[in-house]
């Protein structure tokens, strides 16, 4: 089993920044791959950013290209997410994933799952 826990979430102005961190517990960090998807109020969770085992190769949505980084730090078992640039439409309750097995934007591909972490952006 695999636990993870969001950290760094909380209210920003449009503009600004924040880094969220989801630290991973009870298997091989370095052998999950690490996504992270977002649910807005009244929408369906989507995906924002998914990272291999490695660190190597990273993938985004559209909306958060260019703005977002994925990150990770084995040697901590954390990944993070840096959002920058941040607007309105970025307001959502964010989750950290993991996937033992695919590098992938489906959902039902990861089988572990944090908490989430609100992330609000005022305008």
């Known amino acids: 089993q695999v636990q993870l826990v969001e950290t760094g979430g909380g209210l920003v102005q449009a503009g600004g920044s924040l880094r969220l961190s989801c630290t991973a517990s009870?298997?091989?960090?370095?052998?999950?791959?690490m996504g992270w998807f977002r649910r807005a109020p009244g929408k369906e969770r989507e995906f924002v950013a998914a990272?291999?085992?490695?660190?190597?190769?990273?993938d985004y949505s559209d909306s958060v290209k260019g703005r977002f980084t994925i990150s990770r730090d084995n040697a901590k078992n954390t990944a993070y997410l840096q959002m920058n640039s941040l607007k309105p439409e970025d307001t959502a309750v964010y989750y950290c994933a993991a996937s033992g097995t695919f590098y992938s934007r489906v959902q039902d591909d990861y089988a572990y799952w944090g908490q989430g972490t609100q992330v609000t952006v005022s305008s």
């Open positions: 009870g298997r091989t960090f370095s052998r999950l791959v």
């Open positions: 990272i291999t085992r490695g660190g190597g190769s990273t």
